[in-house]
């Protein structure tokens, strides 16, 4: 990816709780790093206040949709997109993103970012076989609705020390199958080579991208996009030269771009 092709959809802002800037603090710093596209995703928020310990509150869509349009009128050489980066919850149903935040808010996507089990008092414990077939499950389900843009992070579920075993693997291809046939883009989550490393089985590796899952993935010829996961203005491309670079030795080209138009010509 060249330094004037820098497409960058997975961006959070303050409101999270768990990230520092706004959105014109990012954009300030997209144009000084020479991004050509910039989306938010903001985690999604629910109007019962689930999850709230990491989003902001339902109320607050208004206000977030403003502050990234006065942004745009800021930096009007920048191509700024409006998102979310959303949990799927089946009981919710597809009509409830579909109308909340495409219909009623015009945002210009979302994207697929499995953080929990769906219902959550289904969990396993982290690290374990059962715990990855929920979330692949779940993960599945919420491709199929046809409304996210890509799957932030599909490894994440590997941060717990997870060991690759027959049982994993046939999983993981479960979920990588799924998003080729359903033509939903993966990502390499370039925040998870900023997090600290982890030790399994006497090797350091990050807590994700996860490589097993990434030569499977290649095999099988999923399409994979790059994500700075930005939780500072200052990481806004941080690690994504790297992560892209991860990509390319298992055969990888970021799919940013092709998938940043699609968006826009939807």
């Not at 599909?154 to 993981?172: H, K, N, Q």
């Amino acid at each position: 990816m060249k330094f004037g092709e820098r497409v960058n959809l997975h961006t959070h802002t303050f409101r999270c709780k768990h990230a520092v800037g706004t959105p014109r603090d990012y954009c300030a710093e997209a144009v000084r790093q020479g991004l050509c596209i910039l989306g938010f995703s903001d985690h999604q928020p629910f109007p019962d206040g689930r999850f709230d310990e990491s989003r902001m509150p339902f109320g607050d869509l208004e206000v977030y949709a403003r502050e990234i349009e006065a942004a745009r009128r800021e930096f009007p050489g920048l191509k700024i997109l409006t998102g979310l980066e959303a949990d799927y919850v089946r009981a919710l149903g597809k009509s409830f993103y579909q109308e909340e935040f495409f219909d009623r808010r015009n945002f210009d996507y979302l994207i697929l970012g499995p953080h929990f089990n769906d219902p959550p008092e289904s969990g396993a414990g982290r690290g374990t076989e059962e715990n990855v077939r929920l979330r692949v499950e779940a993960t599945i389900r919420a491709m199929e609705t046809g409304l996210f843009a890509y799957v932030a992070h599909p490894d994440m579920f590997a941060c717990s020390g997870l060991r690759w075993t027959p049982g994993v693997r046939a999983l993981c291809r479960e979920l990588i199958c799924a998003a080729v046939a359903l033509k939903v883009p993966l990502e390499i989550n370039a925040y998870g080579l900023r997090k600290p490393w982890i030790e399994v089985a006497g090797e350091r590796r990050p807590q994700y991208p996860w490589r097993p899952f990434w030569e499977l993935a290649a095999e099988l010829g999923a399409v994979m996009v790059v994500g700075a996961d930005a939780h500072r203005p200052g990481d806004v491309w941080s690690n994504a030269e790297q992560a892209v670079e991860w990509g390319a030795g298992l055969g990888f080209a970021p799919a940013n771009a092709a998938v940043a138009a699609a968006i826009v010509n939807a």
